[in-house]
């Protein structure tokens, strides 16, 4: 993918190189995974990177538009073929939301992290209605002056490792923080392991 930063223009090709002259390509093909390479699917103006880029199963892939990825980046994407359905998000353009996984991640079947400040946007009711979950479930802390100093934290770039069972930063507000939220929802608790942050 092509980075909306100049100094990582190169990755694209270094990836590139990777892929086409190590060995640990041939034994991709052998096992029958086919490596697309997205430079052929964009036009010259694209910026794509991949923290704006979620898959979510059954085909489909999130995607943000914004500071690092661009709507002719998206498209790129789209017509590699991929993907049965691309959904783009729009990020705010502001430095705070500089990729999607910054606002919003994936945290199992039925239920997304979301950054109180984005879901006032009607994401929640949009990803509702185009994935055709009404029990979609989102979480967030308490209120949003913590949201928003938990996310300045990285505290909403959550990997997720099973169904309701995630990976984060430890730390944040105890009672009020993201964290406390998913480990107490009385519908849909969450497990949340955490590591520390180097400062």
């Not at 990755?11 to 390479?37: A, K, N, Q, Y």
């Not at 979480?139 to 002056?145: G, K, S």
Request: proline share 3%.
């Amino acid at each position: 993918m092509a980075h909306g930063q100049a100094t990582r223009r190169n990755e694209p090709l270094i990836m590139r190189v990777i892929f086409t002259f190590h060995t640990f390509h041939e034994h991709l093909s052998f096992r029958g995974i086919h490596i697309v390479d997205w430079e052929t699917h964009k036009d010259s103006t694209a910026t794509a990177e991949g923290g704006d880029v979620a898959y979510i199963g059954h085909g489909t892939l999130l995607i943000g538009n914004g500071e690092r990825t661009n709507r002719a980046g998206i498209e790129g994407v789209e017509r590699t073929g991929l993907f049965l359905r691309v959904i783009a998000i729009e990020l705010p353009e502001n430095r705070d939301y500089m990729h999607l996984d910054t606002v919003m991640s994936s945290v199992g079947r039925h239920s997304f992290i979301c950054l109180s400040h984005l879901a006032q946007q009607d994401v929640r009711e949009a990803l509702r209605h185009l994935l055709g979950d009404v029990e979609l479930k989102f979480y967030d802390a308490a209120d949003e002056a913590t949201s928003i100093a938990e996310q300045h934290q990285c505290r909403d770039n959550m990997l997720c490792l099973g169904n309701q069972i995630v990976i984060t930063y430890a730390g944040g507000d105890p009672i009020n923080g993201i964290i406390h939220q998913m480990e107490h929802d009385r519908q849909r608790p969450c497990r949340v392991e955490t590591f520390p942050r180097k400062a």
